[in-house]
């Protein structure tokens, strides 16, 4: 199945926008994909356009399985080879095949956790090839909340989803993986609201804002922290204060500025006393433990009015 046998060893794209590094079990040629299992021994079935194996000895394209005929193949620095118009942006005729980066590798080495690199070679080609998805936007099909496609193809990097860490594009409405954007300063907090266009939009550099509106801080908190850990209750001190402190740049935006020795106790009245929270007393567990009753984001609220503006809100929760 296009070029992929049992036993090779693949690179495959998760739904974090990352390539891990596995080796394929079974192939299913008609559903075209893959059941691989990862370093860590776990097994998944992967598409097959979200797998990518290393050069073979064939001269064929990559992406069309043609050999040269006509039209001249042109071979990666790093990996395979490619038709001058099958890559995504099209290759200039005259690139150096002894330099030239194709854009899995490009991706493959730019992508990280907390957002894309900025700076060197590997980042400027990759904000060059985000100019361009390597898909049609417009032949993907949508759920009615225009969160998941049938075809499972996301971001600049056609791979899957839905994962947490993603916002938005307010303007074409695609979703992308926080560690394929370049504009990040800080990771993504899960529940938090944000502003975000693509650079295929802006036709250059991402642009992303935090909105500057009321959000119950300690409902953020405790939502990120239960996503993060898969836990319900927190101690107070140690992880719900302190996680406070350590991000307070970050939740800080569209918040008074609370001293740090008012914080302790803002917050604990706050998760003494509202409805959303559950304190680890009511049910005999430590006091000094919360959580919240339901898991789920803060409510969009705002002091000021519109709330929501063009673009259209992203919230980085599913």
């Known amino acids: 199945m296009g070029g992929v046998s049992e036993g090779d060893d693949v690179l ?11 080796n394929v079990k079974r192939v299913d040629g008609v559903k075209q994909c ?6 860590d021994n776990s097994e998944f ?12 000895g064939e001269e064929v394209c990559c992406v069309c399985d043609a050999p040269p005929l ?3 193949l042109i071979n990666c620095l790093k990996c395979r080879h490619y038709h001058l118009e099958c890559h995504t942006p099209t290759i200039e005729p005259e690139a ?28 400027r080609l990759m904000q060059f090839m985000k100019l361009r998805l390597p898909y049609q936007l417009s032949s993907l099909d949508w759920d009615p909340q225009h969160l998941t496609n049938q075809q499972q193809c996301y971001c600049y990097c056609a791979g899957p989803g839905w994962n947490l860490k993603m916002v938005q594009c307010g303007s074409c409405g695609q979703w992308f993986h926080e560690a394929c954007t370049q504009c990040l300063t800080k990771p993504l907090l899960y529940g938090d609201f944000y502003q975000f ?49 350590e991000n307070w740049d970050s939740l800080l935006l569209g918040l008074s500025d609370t001293p740090r020795q008012d914080r302790f106790h803002n917050l604990l009245n706050a ?31 705002s002091d000021t009015s519109p709330l929501i503006t063009d673009p259209p809100v992203s919230i980085t929760h599913r």
């Open 12 to 22: 495959a794209r998760w739904s974090d926008g990352l390539l891990y590094l596995g």
């Open 271 to 301: 998760l003494n006393s509202h409805k959303d929270f559950v304190s680890g007393k009511e049910i005999k567990k430590k006091k000094c433990l919360f959580g919240l009753q339901v898991r789920a984001p803060p409510p969009l609220t």
């Open 70 to 72: 006509k039209e001249p």
């Open 34 to 39: 893959c059941l691989v299992r990862f370093e």
């Open 45 to 56: 079935w992967v598409l097959r356009k979200d797998i990518h194996s290393a050069a073979g």
């Open 96 to 123: 150096d095949s002894d330099s030239w980066i194709c854009r899995q590798c490009v991706f493959a080495v730019a992508t990280k956790r907390g957002g894309a690199l900025k700076r060197g070679r590997f980042a």
């Open 197 to 245: 266009q693509c650079s295929v939009c802006t036709k250059g550099p991402e642009t992303i804002q935090r909105l500057p509106m009321t959000v119950d801080l300690a409902h953020l908190v405790l939502y990120h922290l239960s996503l993060c850990c898969k836990r319900k209750y927190f101690d107070f001190d140690h992880e719900i204060l302190s996680f406070t402190n």
